[in-house]
C-alpha cells in the first residue's frame, strides 16, 4: 500500500510516498482503508522530530483520518468490518490503510461526510477546549483569535461565535480574515501590518479581551497579553510561528491575568470528565449545523505541499488529503 514515509528527520520536501506492506490487526485492534486524512501542524512539528514526543524513524506522517473498518483483532468489541469510523493516531494516517487501538476510533457523526469527519476531531476538540475548559469563555465574552485563518483558529471562531462570544479573529491578511467574518467574527485585525495591541484595545472600547486563544506564539503573544482585560484568560494552544514567546510576568500580575496551556494529548488522563462532557457539546453543535472549513482536498501525493503550507501559516482553513485520489 502507499503511505508518506519520514525516512530521516527533516522538512516536508524531504517526505516521500512509498510502497510499506498492509497491517495486520493485532488484539484489541483495527485495520481502517482510510478515506481521508487531515493535514495538522503538529505532523510537520513530527516530521522535523520538533515535536514534545520523539518519533523513531522511519514512519508513516499523519494523525487523524476517517475511513472504513476493514477488519478486527481478537477483542475488539465495539466496531466490525464495514463501520464508518473516524480517528486518532499519532502517526501512521497519510496512508491507504492504518491499524489502530479500538479505542482511538469514533463513530462518525451524522450529517458529516468522510471529507468533514477527519478534518473535524482534533481540531474542533482544540477549539472547544481551549475555549470552554482551559478559556472559560462565557457568553458576550470578547475572544481574540490568533492564527485564526488556520485549521485551529477557524474551529475557534466558528465555535466561539456559536457559544456567544464576541469573537476578534487576528491574522495575516485581509483575505484570511474575510474568512473568519464568514464564520462569524465581529471585527478583524491583520496582525502583520497592525499594532495587536492597540487595535484589541479600540476594538474592545478599551477593556481589553476576556479570552486570548493563541497558537501562533512569538512576539504576538506579549503583544495580545498586553491589551487582556483584568482578569482575563490566555491560552497557550502552539507555537506556529517556531518561536516560544517570553512573558514579562508583571503583565500577568498587575492584569490578574491567567496564562494557561492546552495539549489536547494529555487531556483525557487530567480531565477525563471535561472530554466527556465536551462530547456532548461537540455533538449537539453539530446537529445545529456546524460543519468544518475544509479549504483544499488533494491526493495522497500532495501531503509534502499540503504540510509546506501548514509550516509556513499559509493553509487557509483544513486541508484534506484523499490516498483514493489520483495524483494530479
Not at 479570552?211 to 491560552?235: F, K, L, T
Request: proline share 7%; charged share 20%.
Amino acid at each position: 500500500m502507499r503511505a508518506v514515509r519520514c525516512e530521516a528527520y527533516g522538512g516536508p520536501e524531504t517526505l516521500n510516498v512509498r510502497d510499506i506492506p498492509v497491517p495486520v490487526a493485532g488484539p484489541r485492534q483495527v485495520v481502517v482503508r482510510v478515506e481521508a486524512a487531515a493535514v495538522n501542524y503538529p505532523d510537520v512539528l513530527v516530521a522535523a522530530d520538533h515535536y514534545q514526543v520523539s518519533v523513531p524513524t522511519p514512519f508513516t506522517v499523519g494523525s487523524e483520518f476517517a475511513g472504513t473498518v476493514l477488519s478486527v483483532g481478537p477483542g475488539v468489541r465495539a466496531v466490525a468490518p464495514g463501520d464508518p469510523v473516524a480517528g486518532v493516531s499519532f502517526t501512521g494516517a497519510f496512508a491507504e490503510k492504518i491499524a489502530v487501538p479500538e479505542s482511538a476510533l469514533s463513530p462518525i457523526p451524522h450529517g458529516l461526510s468522510m471529507i468533514q469527519a477527519a478534518a473535524f476531531g482534533v481540531t474542533y476538540r482544540t477549539a472547544y477546549h481551549s475555549l470552554v475548559t482551559i478559556g472559560e469563555m462565557r457568553p458576550g465574552d470578547s475572544v481574540v483569535v490568533l492564527g485564526a485563518a488556520g485549521g485551529v483558529g477557524t474551529a475557534c471562531v466558528d465555535i466561539a461565535t456559536r457559544l456567544g462570544g464576541r469573537v476578534i479573529a487576528a491574522a495575516a491578511s485581509e483575505a484570511r480574515i474575510e474568512l473568519c467574518r464568514r464564520l462569524g467574527a465581529v471585527a478583524g485585525i491583520a496582525y502583520e501590518h497592525e499594532d495587536l495591541k492597540e487595535r484589541i484595545k479600540v476594538i474592545t472600547g478599551g477593556r481589553g479581551a476576556d479570552v486570548i486563544i493563541d497558537p501562533v506564539g512569538g512576539a504576538y503573544a506579549e503583544q495580545s497579553i498586553r491589551a487582556i482585560a483584568w482578569g482575563g484568560r490566555y491560552v497557550c494552544v502552539g507555537f506556529a510561528n517556531g518561536e516560544i514567546p517570553r512573558i514579562p510576568m508583571n503583565l500577568v500580575l498587575l492584569k490578574g491575568a491567567i496564562l494557561r496551556g492546552f495539549e489536547i494529548r494529555t487531556l483525557a488522563e487530567h480531565r477525563p470528565d471535561a472530554v466527556a462532557e465536551g462530547k456532548k457539546a461537540i455533538a449537539r453543535l453539530i446537529s445545529e449545523g456546524m460543519r468544518p472549513h475544509v479549504s483544499e482536498v488533494w491526493p495522497l501525493e500532495d501531503a509534502p505541499r499540503a504540510l509546506a503550507l501548514m509550516q509556513d501559516r499559509a493553509a487557509h482553513g483544513k486541508i484534506v488529503l484523499d490516498p483514493t485520489m489520483r495524483p494530479r
